[in-house]
């Protein structure tokens, strides 16, 4: 009476085996894309396309050189230098001090090629190295309107 047909699989049993065994056959299916008006597309193939189509090449370059600067200059001079901006193939960089900047102004030349090479599509034509901010003594508790600023009073 529970005799079973032999075309019929037991899953049981193969279950089983793959656990005994630890090998489970699995056939991959490879699926072919068409470009048809229904069909979906694939996110990489989208994003391509949308960068392509609306010239933003550059403007990834650019973002992947701020994000990588680091890698780029060196941890040296990442550790003192930021960039800040780059309009018109210019790259604004702020230094920690005035001795990084003038230092940094010397080697320009060598480290526009370092950074031409390393990300060939942000454009970048010039450096422009800055020191850091002073503070400003126009706003705060003890300023004076109409006041001339700060005089030698340091020393």
């Given at each position: 009476?529970?005799?079973?047909?032999?075309?019929?699989?037991?899953?049981?049993?193969?279950l089983?085996?793959?656990?005994?065994?630890?090998f489970?056959?699995?056939?991959?299916i490879?699926?072919?894309?068409?470009?048809?008006?229904?069909?979906?597309?694939?996110i990489?193939n989208?994003?391509?396309?949308?960068i392509e189509?609306?010239?933003?090449?550059?403007?990834?370059?650019?973002?992947?050189?701020?994000?990588t600067?680091?890698?780029?200059?060196?941890?040296?001079?990442?550790?003192?230098t930021?960039?800040?901006?780059?309009?018109?193939?210019?790259?604004?960089?702020?230094c920690s001090s005035?001795?990084?900047?003038?230092?940094l102004?010397?080697?320009?030349?060598?480290?526009?090629?370092t950074i031409?090479?390393?990300?060939?599509?942000?454009?970048?034509?010039?450096?422009?190295?800055?020191?850091p901010?002073?503070?400003s003594?126009?706003?705060?508790?003890?300023?004076?309107?109409?006041?001339?600023?700060?005089?030698?009073?340091?020393?």
């Amino acid at each position: 009476m529970s005799e079973k047909p032999q075309n019929k699989r037991d899953f049981a049993v193969d279950l089983f085996r793959s656990y005994k065994t630890g090998f489970v056959k699995k056939k991959k299916i490879v699926e072919q894309r068409s470009n048809t008006p229904g069909d979906p597309t694939l996110i990489s193939n989208v994003l391509s396309e949308l960068i392509e189509e609306r010239d933003w090449n550059s403007g990834l370059a650019e973002g992947t050189l701020f994000a990588t600067w680091a890698q780029v200059v060196g941890a040296d001079i990442a550790q003192h230098t930021t960039p800040l901006s780059l309009l018109d193939g210019r790259l604004l960089v702020q230094c920690s001090s005035t001795a990084w900047a003038t230092q940094l102004n010397l080697v320009g030349p060598s480290l526009l090629e370092t950074i031409r090479s390393s990300a060939p599509g942000a454009l970048v034509e010039s450096l422009d190295f800055i020191g850091p901010t002073a503070p400003s003594w126009k706003r705060g508790l003890r300023t004076i309107s109409n006041g001339r600023g700060p005089r030698d009073t340091y020393g």
